[in-house]
Each structure stands twice: as C-alpha cells, then as structure tokens.
C-alpha cells in the first residue's frame, strides 16, 4: 500500500515519451536554466538504478560548469596528442560539442566492490566484471532518459583515455574504473536520422 501511494505521481505516459524521444544529441549549446540542484534532482533519482545482488559498484561524478569546461579541456589536450593529425580538427569540433553544454556525467565503477563481490560469491565469479557493466549501463540509460525527461539534451561519450590525468586531478580512487561520459545541455543540432529494425524481427511473443 505505502509503496502504491509512493508511486502514485508517476504516469506511465512521462516515462513513455522520455524513452522514445530521448536522442543522441553531440552539439550543445548551454541550457539556460539547468542548475545544480536540478542536476542532482536527477541524479537522485538515478541512483535507484538495479545492480547485480544490489552490489552498487556504480559511481558517478557531475562535473558542472568550469569543471565541466575544464574536463574537455583536458580531453582535447590529451587527444590532440594520440589522435594522427588528420584526425585532430574534426574530433576537437566533435569536443567542443560536448564543451558547450552545461555539464558532463561521468560513469566509474568501483573495482573494489566487484573483487568483494567475486570472494563473498564464488560460484558468480566470471560474471561479476559482465554484470557491472550490465549495472553501469542501467545508470546510463536512467541519466539519459531522466535528464530527457527534463528537457535536458544529451550523448554517450567514452573518451576513457584520460581516465588517469582526470582521476589525479580529483583525487579519485584508483579502485574507480572510468566507463563513460555523459555531456549534457540544451540541443544546438537535430539529432541524426535513426533506421529502426522491424519490431517483428527484434520481439517474440508467445
Ligand atoms: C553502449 C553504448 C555506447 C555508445 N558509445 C558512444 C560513443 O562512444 N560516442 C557516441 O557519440 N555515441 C555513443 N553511443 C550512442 C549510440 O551511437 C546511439 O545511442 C545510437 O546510434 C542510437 O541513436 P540515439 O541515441 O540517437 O537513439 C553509445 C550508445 C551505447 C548504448
């Protein structure tokens, strides 16, 4: 009963429309009133994404405003130096992107909590590295579609290459693996054309 009345403010249409408008969006520009709080909101809410044995190995870090700036900052320095030159302009145009907007979600997972996992339940051993990215991209697709929900745009970024100069910067533990990068803000693109399968292709009903 408590749990039914809990619920009770959640339409099931909201839920509806953020997943099927939600969109790879890879321009941004900055969103006017996204703030903190607003962003935390969310991300409260995010967090009751499931895991494996409830194992939350998931962790998140928000990087808002000259953070955020400063994150792809670093990004483009460290690209600038691995990518071959003809591939430099348009990967940095590609960062500056993500840049415009207002902030970016960054996805770890905590290596500490799935090597506990793995002593605490041996007979689950092999799966439990698999089921952390199962967990990671729950999160994913939670922030994703939450921040849609809100009017917020948003993309899937794995620029993990600057996962050892970003970890030092902040003083992240080296138990935190980087997985993902979710830059968000407002739209300043029409996302591309997207071909869907045929849902009798993808679906079996019995
Ligand atoms: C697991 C996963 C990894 C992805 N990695 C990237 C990525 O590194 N860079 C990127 O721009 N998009 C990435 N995407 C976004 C997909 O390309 C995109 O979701 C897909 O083409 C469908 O388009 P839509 O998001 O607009 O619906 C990723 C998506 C998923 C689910």
Known sequence: MAFAMEHKGVESTCFADAVTRRRS???????????????DKIVRIVVNAPSAYNMQSGRLVVLMDDEHEAFWDLAKMTYAQLLPE?????????????????????????????????EKI????????????????????????????????????????????????????????????MPFGAPDEEPVAKTMLDYADVVKFY
């Open 122 to 181: 041996p007979a689950n051993k092999d799966s439990f590295v698999d089921w952390s990215h199962h967990g990671s991209g729950m999160l994913q697709f939670a922030m994703w579609t939450a921040l849609c929900a809100d009017g917020i745009a948003a993309s899937l970024q794995h620029v993990n290459a600057i996962e050892e100069q970003f970890k030092e910067r902040y003083h992240i533990s080296p138990n935190w693996k980087m997985i993902a990068q």
């Open 86 to 118: 003809e591939k430099v302009a348009s990967f940095m145009e590609r960062l500056d992107g993500f840049r415009c907007g207002n902030g970016t979600v960054l996805f770890f997972e905590d290596e500490q909590t799935i090597r506990e996992m793995q």
């Open 25 to 39: 969006v890879r321009k941004l520009k900055r969103h006017a009133s996204v703030n903190q709080a607003q962003i």
